[in-house]
């Protein structure tokens, strides 16, 4: 199961630097506005080792997101 639906202000002030899955996010046409937080990690290993072990049918949709600050230096592919 999961959490409450939190806005991503909500999300990004709870989970500092860290990657949350969401489950049924919401968005509008700036882009994402909240959803349900499955599961977080601050780091990508653990991130991908919860998500691997994860599964709820009641869930339809699902987005990741990354509360932290890019660094412009640093780019990288996520495929799942």
Same mark, same amino acid.
């Given at each position: 199961m999961y959490g409450p639906y939190l806005t991503i202000a909500e999300i990004n002030a709870k989970y500092p630097n860290t990657l949350v899955l969401?489950?049924?996010?919401?968005?509008?046409?700036? +882009?994402g506005t909240g959803g349900h937080v499955i599961l977080h990690a601050t780091d990508r290993a653990e991130f991908y080792r919860l998500l691997d072990g994860w599964d709820d049918p009641d869930v339809k949709h699902l987005a990741s997101w990354y509360? +932290?600050?890019?660094?412009?230096?640093?780019?990288s592919a996520v495929s799942f």
């Open positions: 969401l489950g049924n996010p919401t968005r509008s046409r700036q +882009g509360t +932290g600050a890019i660094s412009t230096s640093t780019s």
